[in-house]
């Protein structure tokens, strides 16, 4: 019951689908973690259980030698503190747990969380150094905007001779959010989370040259507001003809991208690929590293204010990229950077250093006997 009343907590009333299973995976985590700490008491009624911190600190240590990603660990302790934290403020009838007792318990998780930072930063390095050497080249996202539309308005012509073929409607949903995902870098749940009634409102304040369709269910809602697709009338009468094919099958679903029940379309990933072969295009692809992309010519393309001004479209935070990513710099960065260091050509430095390697002068300075004589 008391978890029940944990779970409606972190529930918003105006919660979405994917806001109530984040909420439900909070939940499970804290079970596992309520349920590691009463692991053979006898009495768990009363809370005092949790206060075991040798018991706390092997649980962290179980967890990190389970095989689980240190990202994964570190979700595991923040919702145990926030479980802790919530019965700080929100004691439970039988808890017989001190304040003293309950800090206790929070400091020790904080530190086991603390204690993950490092790792995290080396994970996300990784993470980002695998993910930069599998992203599509500009040639490919180019080639994408060149062919999809195409390929958008045959199957809308299929589609309008038969509307039953489901199948010819997931793969037009591919090409669709493949031509918006290379034009704009949104994420998938822009696309997916797009309702008629955005796109009629979109229609009455177009103009001749274009409509701007906007979209307040996203992920990053909170930080910039409404995601925005600006398209042409030729591309938006792609909606008009798709809206019209979902009206012959009677479908009352809210969304653009519609299914036959009430639901967003599901797998969108799976046939952005799908129309990624279709079109010949190389690599394994997915909307993060179209995103990725993207964000990655706009950071090394592009004068700061515009960089800022193309992010804040793709509802994408520079900060944190540049948070988690500064360090990681191909060879060619690497390589330049070893070239035009500050003390390279300095007129700061004697004449006999200028146009000297320092890693040269290193191994020379370590490979002289004077040196050999100083270790020894």
Same mark, same amino acid.
Request: hydrophobic letters at 35%; a positive charge.
């Given at each position: 019951?008391?978890?029940?009343?944990?779970?409606?907590?972190?529930?918003? !009333?105006?919660? !979405?689908?994917?806001?109530?299973?984040?909420?439900?995976?909070?939940?499970?985590?804290?079970?596992?973690?309520?349920?590691?700490?009463?692991?053979?008491?006898?009495?768990?009624?009363?809370?005092?259980?949790?206060?075991? %911190?040798?018991?706390?600190?092997?649980?962290?240590?179980?967890?990190?030698?389970?095989?689980?990603?240190?990202?994964?660990?570190?979700?595991?302790?923040?919702?145990?503190?926030?479980? %802790?934290?919530?019965?700080?403020?929100?004691?439970?009838?039988?808890?017989?747990?001190?304040?003293?007792?309950?800090?206790?318990?929070?400091?020790?998780?904080?530190?086991?969380?603390?204690?993950?930072?490092?790792?995290?930063?080396?994970?996300?390095?990784?993470?980002?150094?695998?993910?930069?050497?599998?992203?599509?080249?500009?040639?490919?996202?180019?080639?994408?905007?060149?062919?999809?539309?195409?390929?958008?308005?045959?199957?809308?012509?299929?589609?309008?001779?038969?509307?039953?073929?489901?199948?010819?409607?997931?793969?037009?949903?591919?090409?669709?959010?493949?031509?918006?995902?290379?034009?704009?870098?949104?994420?998938?749940?822009?696309?997916? &989370?797009?309702?008629?009634?955005?796109?009629?409102?979109?229609?009455?304040?177009?103009?001749?040259?274009?409509?701007?369709?906007?979209?307040?269910?996203?992920?990053?809602?909170?930080?910039?507001?409404?995601?925005?697709?600006?398209?042409?009338?030729?591309?938006?009468?792609?909606?008009?003809?798709?809206? &019209? %094919?979902?009206?012959?099958?009677?479908?009352?679903?809210?969304?653009?991208?519609?299914?036959?029940?009430?639901?967003?379309?599901?797998?969108?990933?799976?046939?952005?690929?799908?129309?990624?072969?279709?079109?010949?295009?190389?690599?394994?692809? &997915?909307? !993060?590293?179209?995103?990725?992309?993207?964000?990655?010519?706009?950071?090394? !393309?592009?004068?700061?204010?515009?960089?800022?001004?193309?992010?804040?479209?793709?509802?994408?935070?520079?900060?944190?990229?540049?948070?988690?990513?500064?360090?990681?710099?191909?060879?060619?960065?690497?390589?330049?950077?070893?070239?035009?260091?500050?003390?390279?050509?300095?007129?700061?430095?004697?004449?006999?250093?200028? &146009?000297?390697?320092?890693?040269?002068?290193?191994?020379?300075? %370590?490979?002289?006997?004077?040196?050999?004589?100083?270790?020894?």
């Amino acid at each position: 019951l008391y978890l029940k009343r944990f779970r409606e907590f972190h529930t918003s !009333t105006q919660a !979405t689908p994917k806001m109530i299973e984040a909420a439900k995976s909070r939940v499970s985590r804290v079970k596992a973690f309520l349920h590691y700490m009463s692991e053979g008491q006898q009495k768990i009624s009363d809370w005092t259980f949790l206060h075991n %911190v040798e018991r706390i600190k092997k649980w962290v240590s179980e967890m990190g030698q389970s095989g689980k990603e240190i990202t994964t660990l570190c979700f595991y302790i923040h919702h145990a503190f926030k479980f %802790v934290e919530y019965m700080v403020n929100c004691r439970p009838h039988q808890c017989r747990l001190t304040q003293e007792q309950m800090k206790e318990i929070l400091l020790y998780l904080e530190k086991a969380r603390k204690d993950t930072s490092r790792p995290i930063m080396v994970h996300q390095s990784r993470v980002k150094r695998a993910k930069m050497a599998r992203i599509p080249e500009s040639a490919s996202i180019l080639k994408c905007l060149q062919l999809a539309p195409e390929r958008v308005e045959k199957l809308l012509d299929e589609l309008e001779v038969d509307t039953s073929r489901t199948a010819t409607r997931y793969v037009l949903y591919g090409y669709l959010c493949a031509y918006w995902a290379c034009m704009t870098g949104h994420r998938p749940c822009v696309f997916t &989370n797009m309702r008629e009634s955005d796109i009629a409102t979109a229609e009455l304040e177009g103009s001749e040259e274009g409509v701007q369709i906007r979209v307040a269910d996203h992920k990053t809602t909170l930080q910039f507001g409404e995601a925005s697709l600006v398209l042409t009338r030729a591309e938006f009468s792609w909606n008009k003809r798709l809206h &019209n %094919v979902k009206e012959k099958l009677d479908s009352s679903n809210p969304y653009v991208l519609f299914t036959l029940g009430q639901q967003p379309f599901k797998n969108i990933n799976r046939y952005l690929r799908m129309a990624w072969r279709k079109m010949d295009l190389k690599g394994d692809i &997915n909307f !993060t590293l179209i995103r990725t992309a993207l964000a990655d010519c706009a950071k090394f !393309t592009l004068p700061a204010t515009t960089r800022e001004q193309v992010s804040t479209s793709m509802c994408h935070d520079t900060r944190t990229a540049d948070r988690f990513y500064s360090h990681n710099l191909t060879l060619k960065e690497g390589l330049q950077i070893s070239g035009t260091g500050p003390w390279v050509n300095s007129s700061r430095l004697p004449d006999t250093f200028h &146009n000297v390697n320092v890693c040269q002068m290193f191994r020379t300075h %370590v490979e002289s006997p004077l040196f050999s004589t100083r270790v020894a």
